[in-house]
């Protein structure tokens, strides 16, 4: 987890570079400090990627973790029970000769994948997010593609832990900022592709064009109701869905 950790700090002080230095991380111009920034970028990504792959299998495929991992129901001669809606373990009456391990969702391992999603968003995104839509190097770069891989895959994590468990418990109130940045990716994909729909005029392909926006859509849906359940509890993911909401209803969104 510490590891993790320490790459938001590498890509946050990388983006803060960037900023200090005035250039883009996503130009592909024959400018040397642009392309010094596009190198420590593929580094970053490389760096991260590796500590990914180092993981054991059962920390990267979170349906597995979030359906087969066990917690233990004893300890010495006691029984633990889960507690109404917290799920709290204690301590209750001795164990019976029916007691036997249950299965729990791994909620560690679904915080683990968000972060590590969180820090890919995070690395391929530009730093001002007021105006990411409208940069148009950053639109047709690599990174906007990668972002946008991360972004689905946080929706995939989210949508499988909204269905074991929808009041979204153990997961700390960090994971908003993840949580929110991929919606804001779906979002702007959404706003990318209605773009590419206005160009096409009825051509051929507008069809497909509508269905994956319809789907980017769906992705932000999730977003907002992962933010809208955490919000009962945690007042920054209660802003952070408004904000989401407000961009699925502007014009133009």
């Known amino acids: 987890m510490s590891r993790v950790i320490d790459n938001v700090g590498k890509v946050a002080a990388f983006h803060g570079s960037c900023l200090a230095e005035s250039i883009s991380p996503f130009q592909t111009l024959p400018n040397p400090k642009s392309q010094s920034a596009v190198a420590r970028l593929n580094f970053l990504d490389q760096t991260i990627q590796d500590w990914y792959d180092s993981l054991p299998q059962v920390s990267k495929d979170f349906r597995f973790g979030m359906s087969e991992s066990l917690i233990p129901v004893a300890?010495?001669?006691?029984?633990?029970e889960l507690c109404g809606d917290d799920n709290v373990p204690r301590l209750g009456a001795e164990l019976s000769a029916g007691d036997v391990p249950r299965p729990q969702p791994?909620?560690?391992?679904?915080?683990l994948q968000i972060l590590y999603r969180t820090v890919g968003i995070a690395l391929h995104r530009p730093p001002h997010i007021t105006t990411m839509a409208r940069d148009a190097t950053w639109l047709t770069s690599p990174s906007f593609y990668r972002a946008c891989v991360h972004a689905t895959e946080?929706?995939?994590l989210l949508e499988t832990m909204l269905a074991s468990n929808p009041e979204l418990r153990f997961i700390d109130s960090f994971s908003t900022y993840g949580i929110f940045q991929g919606g804001v990716i779906?979002?702007?994909n959404v706003k990318s592709l209605r773009g590419a729909l206005s160009e096409a005029h009825g051509e051929a392909g507008s069809e497909e064009v509508l269905s994956l926006i319809s789907e980017s859509r769906r992705r932000a849906a999730v977003h907002?109701?992962?933010?809208?359940?955490?919000?009962?509890?945690?007042?920054n993911a209660k802003l952070l869905a408004d904000l989401l909401t407000r961009l699925d209803t502007a014009p133009n969104a």
């Open 75 to 80: 300890i010495g001669n006691a029984r633990t």
């Open 106 to 111: 791994s909620y560690f391992l679904a915080y």
């Open 154 to 156: 946080l929706t995939n």
């Open 186 to 188: 779906h979002f702007v």
């Open 224 to 235: 907002v109701r992962a933010l809208s359940v955490m919000g009962r509890r945690w007042n």
